[in-house]
């Protein structure tokens, strides 16, 4: 090999390297931009049709919670049952999940443990207000509807929630950040969704009832939101009642 075919195809050599370390560092600058927590004020989720892989994942400020309270506000037109919040750990796939079973029944299950609230006036095509709550101590569980408590009733107590924490928007997780069906999937709107590692008092929970001045979550806050979006899931304006 002549002396230019080696300069040559050491030149090639180091633009190759450059161009690999350059993609990799674009790489690392794309990732770290998506990992920047959104305000998503004014906005929601929609998750326009029925699917076994569309869903947002949300990643949470703790890995350990000895209590739970979830808000979140939901526009549907189903009549079928489905997931509302999905929070699994390689242990348990359902470690907190709201679901929405047949009009006016909603299941919380805590440490994969079930208790049902009946009663919820839902109706279609109109947005609601939900905020569950669970502590370990007691074990009790409670669901907020509109504005409306349930009767506390037990659920799980004296375990914790801790592990690899995965929280799914739009699926159940059967399995730890994954098995969906589509049968259980989530069709409509999500928005206002805050999470904290206590039991919200009446008082706060009122306040979110009733889109007023509250404390954002301090595990989930829609104001700064890390999430990543996996299928045809949009972020959109909220849409208003004009007056």
């Given at each position: 090999?002549?002396?230019?075919?080696?300069?040559?195809?050491?030149?090639?050599q180091?633009?190759?390297?450059?161009f690999?370390?350059?993609?990799?560092?674009?790489?690392?600058?794309?990732?770290?931009?998506?990992?920047?927590?959104?305000?998503?004020?004014?906005?929601?989720?929609?998750?326009?049709e029925?699917?076994?892989t569309?869903?947002?994942?949300?990643?949470?400020?703790?890995?350990?919670?000895?209590?739970?309270?979830?808000?979140?506000?939901?526009?549907?037109?189903?009549?079928?049952?489905?997931?509302?919040?999905?929070?699994?750990?390689p242990s348990?796939?359902?470690?907190?999940l709201?679901?929405?079973k047949e009009?006016g029944?909603?299941?919380?299950?805590?440490?994969?443990?079930?208790?049902?609230?009946?009663?919820q006036?839902?109706k279609?095509?109109?947005?609601?207000?939900?905020?569950?709550?669970?502590d370990?101590?007691s074990?009790?569980?409670?669901?907020?509807?509109?504005?409306n408590?349930?009767?506390?009733?037990?659920?799980?107590s004296?375990?914790?929630?801790?592990?690899?924490?995965?929280?799914?928007?739009?699926?159940?997780?059967?399995?730890?950040?994954?098995?969906?069906?589509?049968?259980?999937?989530?069709?409509g709107?999500?928005?206002?969704?805050?999470?904290w590692?206590?039991?919200?008092?009446?008082?706060?929970?009122?306040?979110?009832?009733?889109?007023?001045?509250?404390?954002?979550?301090?595990?989930?806050?829609?104001e700064?939101?890390?999430?990543q979006?996996?299928?045809?899931?949009?972020?959109?304006?909220?849409?208003?009642?004009?007056?």
């Amino acid at each position: 090999m002549t002396a230019m075919r080696k300069m040559q195809k050491c030149w090639v050599q180091k633009c190759d390297t450059g161009f690999k370390m350059a993609l990799v560092l674009l790489l690392v600058m794309l990732t770290a931009c998506a990992a920047v927590p959104q305000d998503l004020s004014g906005k929601m989720f929609t998750f326009p049709e029925a699917t076994n892989t569309a869903h947002v994942k949300i990643n949470p400020s703790r890995q350990e919670l000895h209590a739970v309270t979830v808000c979140l506000r939901f526009f549907t037109d189903l009549r079928r049952g489905c997931s509302i919040f999905s929070l699994a750990t390689p242990s348990t796939d359902n470690d907190f999940l709201i679901s929405k079973k047949e009009i006016g029944v909603t299941a919380i299950y805590t440490r994969n443990k079930l208790a049902e609230f009946v009663g919820q006036e839902y109706k279609l095509n109109v947005w609601h207000s939900i905020c569950s709550t669970w502590d370990s101590a007691s074990g009790l569980g409670q669901l907020w509807f509109d504005g409306n408590p349930s009767s506390r009733k037990f659920i799980s107590s004296e375990s914790n929630i801790r592990g690899t924490i995965v929280i799914v928007l739009g699926q159940e997780q059967d399995s730890h950040g994954g098995a969906f069906d589509t049968n259980q999937c989530f069709v409509g709107m999500m928005s206002d969704v805050h999470m904290w590692d206590y039991t919200l008092s009446p008082c706060e929970i009122q306040r979110y009832m009733s889109d007023l001045t509250f404390t954002t979550g301090n595990v989930l806050n829609w104001e700064a939101l890390d999430f990543q979006i996996t299928g045809r899931v949009l972020t959109e304006d909220k849409q208003k009642t004009c007056r």
